[in-house]
């Protein structure tokens, strides 16, 4: 990989990877590795799902991509499709290439929607790569800090007297912009009080409410989005990742009282890419295969029993503080005092001894898992035996 700029900020442990299955990538000996990760939580269905990739093939043949003045229906067979998922009754969408501009996407129509001039978010959110989301200056962006309220008392509301809100000037917010649990990739669900609270003081003022679910959407976390674990109803709904399962492809979900103001203000956004019937058309067949297997619902089941066998673990070895998530989106968090690097080697031995991929967080204390939501409990009951004999191993 030496013409290649690695930039991601995680090291290159694998650059033979020359094919992919369910939830297995391998390399070019043909050993396999169980990947945890589903390539950067992209894969819901697991590597090259036979449908999704029929159905690319089919559209391929047809038309790809398309102009600025004609439009080919499956994308609005596919927008159909995520309003439902979506609970948008004759709302709109706009397919785009990543999660970083969807999210970016949904900011500039909230700032399209009210002249306030501040955006709220909470201070941990990851919500892009680029763009007013991915730097948040502070002259456009309010951080709440939410670190008070994980052992708050006022779990169903939060007091009106509460410093946290003392420090944010509602009147200037025009949005609400929401990660529902990924918390820059620390897995962390906001309680559901904070969350609800801060949504009907925006609501209250005529803003809106954006959610990010980028990582947390398509079933990842036992629901379709994580914003349905809260009593919330956002105007407007980011999704990508596992939208394409692999294909590059976003969208965003508006309701019809917002894509009604949004036309009404003349809102534009324009790129080459922007509802391309190829990503259309991926993503269409994505919603169907997982309505028809009734992936969140497998993705709930298999994630409790996942959670429930690290919690045990966690009873074994101290060295594990907590165990997090909900669904499939899941992290491992040792005790603070636990050398970066040995968190590291650990990650590394999974890998090495046991071809099993992980996602170590850069700088924290953390490994997170998030497989194929196809996983089997086979293939989880393999990686918590090797989990239990590695560390095991390291305490010894």
Request: net charge negative; charged share 20%; with cysteine.
């Amino acid at each position: 990989m030496k013409h290649i700029l690695w930039s991601i900020g995680h090291e290159l442990k694998l650059d033979r990877i020359e094919k992919a299955s369910g939830c297995y990538v391998y390399d070019s000996s043909g050993q396999a590795f169980l990947d945890l990760e589903s390539g950067v939580w992209c894969t819901p269905l697991g590597h090259c799902h036979p449908e999704v990739v029929q159905a690319m093939e089919t559209q391929a043949r047809t038309i790809c991509h398309t102009g600025y003045c004609y439009a080919h229906p499956v994308i609005e067979q596919a927008s159909e499709q995520i309003l439902d998922i979506a609970g948008f009754e004759n709302g709109k969408s706009v397919f785009l290439c990543s999660g970083s501009e969807a999210v970016e996407f949904g900011v500039k129509a909230l700032k399209s929607l009210s002249d306030k001039p501040m955006l709220l978010t909470l201070h941990d959110s990851f919500l892009g790569s680029y763009g007013s989301s991915g730097t948040k200056p502070e002259t456009e962006w309010t951080l709440l800090n939410w670190e008070p309220c994980q052992n708050c008392d006022h779990t169903d509301a939060c007091h009106p007297a509460c410093p946290v809100f003392d420090a944010v000037d509602f009147d200037r917010i025009s949005g609400f912009v929401f990660e529902p649990g990924s918390a820059s990739g620390l897995v962390r669900f906001p309680p559901n009080g904070l969350i609800r609270t801060i949504a009907q003081q925006v609501k209250e003022r005529d803003g809106h409410v954006q959610v990010n679910e980028i990582t947390t959407g398509m079933g990842r976390s036992g629901k379709w989005f994580g914003f349905q674990h809260y009593d919330i109803q956002p105007d407007i709904v980011s999704m990508g990742k596992g939208l394409g399962n692999g294909y590059p492809v976003s969208a965003i979900a508006m309701t019809k009282e917002a894509a009604g103001r949004l036309e009404a203000n003349r809102f534009y956004y324009s790129q080459s890419h922007q509802n391309d019937p190829l990503g259309a058309a991926v993503a269409a067949e994505v919603i169907r295969v997982m309505k028809r297997v009734t992936l969140p619902e497998q993705a709930r089941s298999m994630g409790q029993y996942l959670k429930t066998r690290l919690e045990d673990l966690g009873e074994k070895f101290p060295v594990i503080r907590d165990i997090r998530g909900k669904g499939l989106i899941l992290s491992i968090s040792f005790d603070s005092r636990t050398p970066d690097d040995w968190v590291v080697r650990l990650a590394e031995r999974l890998l090495n001894t046991h071809r099993i991929i992980t996602a170590k967080r850069p700088g924290h204390p953390v490994i997170r898992i998030d497989p194929p939501l196809v996983i089997t409990r086979d293939q989880i009951d393999h990686f918590l035996e090797a989990l239990d004999q590695c560390l095991a191993e390291m305490a010894s």
